[in-house]
């Protein structure tokens, strides 16, 4: 572990620079970009080595934490901003496929020995914006120097009531799987940022958007609480990310590939594929999608659907839970072989 720093030190540490790096630029990054991000009470100002939290009795404090790797997450000319969007938009996106409110957020940074303070007022900036969108504040981290790729990790905390969270099990023989939003969009987006689709500039446009800034379903969190048996949100690929529903709630998933919820953008792509089916498994197998997949029980659907239209957010209803293990994934009424369910990591 780091030494304690002194009172003089600001206690959103700056671990110590490598050599030839300035320590200082470190404690200006926080004192100009991150301390006004903090929240105005429970983040201490960034000027202690904790957050104090305030007690909500009745309720259970949910985190989540993800990290996102440069050429691995994002690629390297990724406006920074989006980086800093992106990070705290999927873990956003976990807290609500658990019904959470979002409250703060803990983050760690660290950056490339190369990067000047255009970069980092640009990721400051991109948290500003997001902060005021979804109502989180910044409580507090780390910021570090390295000679590696630039790399983020941020941990984000909510609210539910004691013992509301929504998990990965629950899901029953019997009850309805399904989706919100489009599916598809996060892996074609990193296709369009990368210059491999042939599509109009505003589908190119579109699909960019939603892989560098995908939208957590924040808002549908309470009514994920109040109507799904299980959830989690789509990260590894849709087929994967409902293999692990099926494992935790120890159950088999059955779903037509034709049901699948495609935008405008991922419709015109679809056209231009020879193998329909071939195309329709890779967009649900991407994955960077960050909707919410759900177990719902058949008789709390439409209630489910009430909030989803009142919100102006598209439902899906894909297939259904079954006796067995795994998931089966038909096209036309028959069996389509996946192999590649989503992505692995190493």
Not at 37 to 62: C, E, K, T, Y
Not at 90 to 101: C, F, I, M, T, Y
């Amino acid at each position: 572990m780091r030494p304690r720093p002194s009172s003089s030190t600001p206690p959103w540490t700056a671990s110590p620079a490598m050599p030839g790096v300035d320590a200082a630029d470190e404690f200006e990054t926080i004192e100009r970009l991150f301390r006004p991000l903090a929240h105005p009470q429970w983040g201490r100002s960034l000027i202690d080595d904790v957050a104090a939290l305030p007690s909500r009795p009745g309720h259970d404090l949910i985190l989540t934490k993800d990290a996102m790797v440069e050429s691995v997450h994002f690629l390297p000319d990724d406006p920074m901003d989006t980086v800093a969007r992106k990070l705290l938009r999927v873990n956003l996106s976990d807290l609500a496929a658990k019904g959470a409110e979002p409250f703060g957020y803990l983050l760690a940074c660290f950056w490339p020995e190369a990067s000047g303070w255009l970069e980092r007022e640009a990721f400051a900036a991109g948290l500003a914006e997001d902060q005021a969108k979804f109502g989180v504040y910044l409580l507090g981290g780390d910021t570090v120097v390295t000679p590696g790729p630039a790399s983020f990790s941020l941990t984000a905390l909510g609210w539910i009531p004691q013992g509301r969270a929504v998990a990965r099990a629950g899901a029953a023989p019997g009850d309805l799987i399904v989706v919100t939003g489009m599916i598809g969009d996060g892996f074609l987006g990193l296709k369009a940022a990368r210059g491999e689709l042939a599509l109009e500039d505003e589908r190119i446009a579109a699909l960019t958007a939603h892989y560098r800034t995908p939208e957590p379903r924040v808002d549908f969190a309470l009514a994920v609480r109040e109507y799904a048996a299980a959830a989690l949100d789509v990260s590894d690929g849709l087929i994967a990310d409902m293999g692990h529903m099926a494992q935790a709630s120890g159950v088999g998933i059955l779903i037509d590939l034709e049901k699948l919820p495609l935008s405008r953008a991922a419709t015109a792509w679809l056209e231009t594929r020879v193998d329909p089916i071939a195309a329709l498994t890779e967009l649900a197998t991407g994955g960077d999608d960050y909707e919410v997949i759900m177990a719902v029980a058949p008789n709390a659907i439409d209630g489910l659907k009430r909030e989803a239209d009142a919100r102006h957010l598209r439902l899906t209803v894909l297939g259904v839970v079954t006796e067995g293990e795994g998931v089966v994934v038909r096209y036309g009424g028959e069996i389509v072989e996946v192999t590649q369910t989503g992505w692995r990591h190493g």
